[in-house]
């Protein structure tokens, strides 16, 4: 099979590709034929070896000294069961499913072996390879962020990066649960966050959200331009601050913005459940979730997909297409 493998750190041309045997499934395991996966800011952020502040230090004993230990990239998948181990009775050879291996990746490639009890589940059928492989990152980061600041009906919630993978799913995410929405993004983004369930949209080149009058019960910030002393002033008593993206000190801080004023600051890494998979797959079946994509490749184009992230103005998600991953079926 075909893999795309990262050599070192840095540009994507380090990514290259090579052929390794197609994994047999362990007895807990399926064996996947990836139709579709995903470039995220995930991957960029491995590839390029750019991290928040503070956590480039870290980076390395983590990741691996040179190139990433784990060289095969990708954190969504979507495709088709070929095999299944002994002990697996929830899934079928032919069976279309989709799965978020987030930390470990594992996704460009041609075939990929996941273990029934991770974040796996049946493709919802109203979506597309392509749209099914664009569902975790983005959807279980704000599920998993929505769950820790208690989201509910009416709360007030403003979203800034609203446009990105995981902005247009915290857009949709809080609508979902009777949320007031106002969003934050580039003035071409205005329409596309609204048909999404903003009920505002501020264009984030000329409008500070700092400025509104009504305070807000959450703010969702995907990149990194609002810490709390920002948002304090707009920020309800009792508020949430929610760091999708923080530097280190920030997420070493966040207690205690929370032990020194009326809020709370919630940062730290997104816990994979795979609960939240099977909570995306009846959202989407429902047409309450669907994931936005900015632009799809061939596998064989994965360094153009890489360089699109890179370019820090995508809307929505990168998506990478293997075989006859255009089918809808």
Same mark, same amino acid.
């Given at each position: ?80 069961? *070929? ?8 899934? +079928?050879? $032919? @069976?279309? #499913?989709?799965?978020?291996?987030? =930390? &470990? ?36 980061? *704000? ?8 989201? +509910?009906? $009416? @709360?007030? #919630?403003?979203?800034?990066?609203? =446009? &990105? ?58 990149? &990194? ?105």
């Amino acid at each position: 099979m075909k893999a795309a493998i990262c050599t070192r750190y840095g540009d994507p041309r380090v990514l290259v590709f090579t052929d390794r045997p197609i994994p047999t499934p362990k007895a807990n395991e399926l064996l996947v034929r990836v139709r579709a996966s995903t470039v995220s800011s995930a991957d960029w952020r491995i590839r390029s070896l750019t991290l928040p502040r503070g956590f480039g230090p870290l980076a390395r004993p983590a990741l691996g000294l040179f190139a990433p230990r784990q060289p095969v990239l990708g954190t969504e998948l979507s495709g088709e069961v *070929m095999d299944v181990g002994s002990a697996v009775t929830r899934f +079928k050879p $032919g @069976d279309l #499913v989709f799965a978020f291996t987030g =930390s &470990g990746l594992g996704c460009h490639q041609e075939y990929r072996c996941v273990a029934e009890d991770s974040a796996v589940a049946l493709k919802p059928h109203n979506l597309s390879h392509a749209q099914a492989a664009a569902l975790s990152f983005g959807g279980a980061t *704000m599920l998993d962020f929505y769950r820790r600041a208690g989201l +509910k009906a $009416g @709360d007030r #919630v403003l979203v800034n990066g609203a =446009s &990105g993978t995981v902005g247009t799913a915290a857009v949709q995410l809080a609508r979902h649960r009777g949320a007031h929405v106002t969003g934050v993004c580039r003035r071409q983004h205005a329409g596309l966050v609204r048909t999404l369930g903003a009920e505002r949209v501020l264009d984030r080149a000329t409008e500070d959200f700092v400025c509104t009058e009504a305070p807000f019960d959450v703010i969702v910030d995907t990149v &990194g331009s609002a810490p709390h002393a920002r948002c304090a002033p707009v920020l309800s008593p009792g508020g949430s601050l929610l760091l999708v993206l923080s530097s280190l000190p920030q997420m070493l801080l966040a207690p205690w913005h929370g032990w020194r004023s009326d809020h709370r600051v919630i940062a730290g890494p997104v816990k994979e459940r795979p609960e939240y998979i099977h909570n995306l797959r009846e959202l989407a079946l429902a047409g309450a979730f669907t994931p936005v994509i900015d632009s799809t490749w061939s596998f064989r184009q994965i360094r153009q997909a890489h360089a699109r992230v890179d370019q820090g103005s995508k809307c929505g998600s990168v998506v990478v297409l293997l075989g006859d991953a255009d089918d809808p079926a």
